[in-house]
């Protein structure tokens, strides 16, 4: 939970992200479970010994997944971070982690607010 100045909670879709270094701090356990309520369909998997956020989008076809893949992608062009993608008929999987330090950072998690801000306003459209 990140407070500003005058004590107000700042959510992760109003966070950016910050340059991380290699040796930057991992999310810790349980700044992850306080994070991740934030976070309705995300979770946490380990690949390759690395930890990730993971969601599944649903979509009704091959060219809505496609759009919002691509919103995905000028995101993470946007904030110099990128995540792993899957492409399918009707499903986007998007898994979030920071190659720098082989698992989570606080970026992760605010990318993976700012990327069910787009899947809203996408089936808002
Ligand atoms: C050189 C470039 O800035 C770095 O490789 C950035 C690019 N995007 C990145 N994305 C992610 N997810 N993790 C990184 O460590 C990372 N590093």
Known sequence: M?????GKVVKLTEQSCEACQA?????????QQALLPEL???????LGGEQQLQREYRFRNFAEAQVFTNQVADLAESENHHPAILLEW?????????HKIGGL???????????????????AD
Request: glycine share 8%; proline share 4%; hydrophobic share 35%.
């Open 2 to 6: 990140k407070v500003n100045g005058r």
């Open 23 to 31: 040796g930057a701090p991992k999310v810790s356990a349980d700044e």
């Open 105 to 123: 950072h606080r970026n992760d998690f605010i990318m993976a607010a700012r990327t069910d801000s787009l899947f809203e306003s996408c089936q």
């Open 40 to 46: 309705p369909g995300w979770e946490v998997i380990e």
């Open 90 to 98: 009707g499903r986007v999987t998007v898994r979030w982690w920071t």
